[in-house]
């Protein structure tokens, strides 16, 4: 099995005392190393970080987000936008062929648009601390699961490669189900097959509710 973790941690760029991203302790982070959880530079320090540990590191470019590339900084004809009844303004997030980027700027119907990673360029301070270090398959899909579909599976059994993962269906849960069988074949080669069994159970009124029927 390949390397578990609970992690929080606090990320902020370099000379700027605000995070930009944060996951609390009480609600640690499930991550697998080598699976491109979190950031390369991040995953080296956490490779050989042990439970309780906690640690600051400084991750440049290279190691963080990239040097920012002015091949995906595009002019992009303001009646594109139009066509799909989009008015572009500076700062409008887009996608376009796969890609996340934002409106730098809109003139003379020319739209400069780019496709940087955000914090493209920038050297990142991160504080991390090793919450727990999982041991075993079940305990990871379970901690997974919560990663993935934001709430905790009702039981998680493994049987001779059989993950069963028993769960409250909900419209979120539908949408977040196949990116987790996914995840989970692809990164445990223990787990050969994937059974979700979804739970519908029926909610109960409350007495009383719209008041008495008079009877």
């Not at 499930?30 to 950031?39: H, I, N, P, S, T």
């Not at 004809?77 to 500076?90: L, Q, V």
């Not at 979120?172 to 994937?194: C, G, H, Q, T, W």
């Amino acid at each position: 099995m390949k390397r578990v973790l609970l992690i929080a941690y606090e990320g902020r760029v370099k000379g700027d005392e605000k995070p930009f991203d944060r996951v609390e302790e009480s609600s640690p982070l499930a991550v697998v190393l080598g699976a491109g959880d979190v950031l390369k530079g991040l995953e080296e320090v956490l490779s050989d970080m042990e439970e309780g540990e906690e640690r600051e590191v400084e991750l440049p470019p290279e190691k963080a987000f990239g040097e920012r590339n002015p091949d995906l900084v595009v002019i992009i004809p303001e009646r594109e936008f139009r066509k799909r009844g989009i008015t572009p303004y500076p700062g409008l997030p887009i996608e376009a062929d796969g890609r996340t980027g934002r409106v730098l700027s809109v003139s003379a119907g020319r739209v400069q648009v780019d496709f940087n990673h955000p914090l493209a360029g920038k050297t990142l301070i991160y504080k991390v601390k090793v919450v727990k270090v999982v041991e075993k398959v079940e305990d990871a899909a379970f901690h997974l699961f919560r990663r993935f579909f934001g709430y905790e599976p009702e039981d998680v059994s493994l049987k001779k490669g059989v993950l069963k993962v028993s769960y409250m269906f909900s419209r979120e849960a539908e949408r977040a189900e196949p990116a987790f069988v996914s995840y989970i074949l692809m990164n445990f080669d223990d787990i050969k097959e994937v059974r979700m069994e979804k739970i519908y159970r029926r909610k109960e009124s409350k007495e009383g509710a719209g008041g008495s029927s008079g009877r």
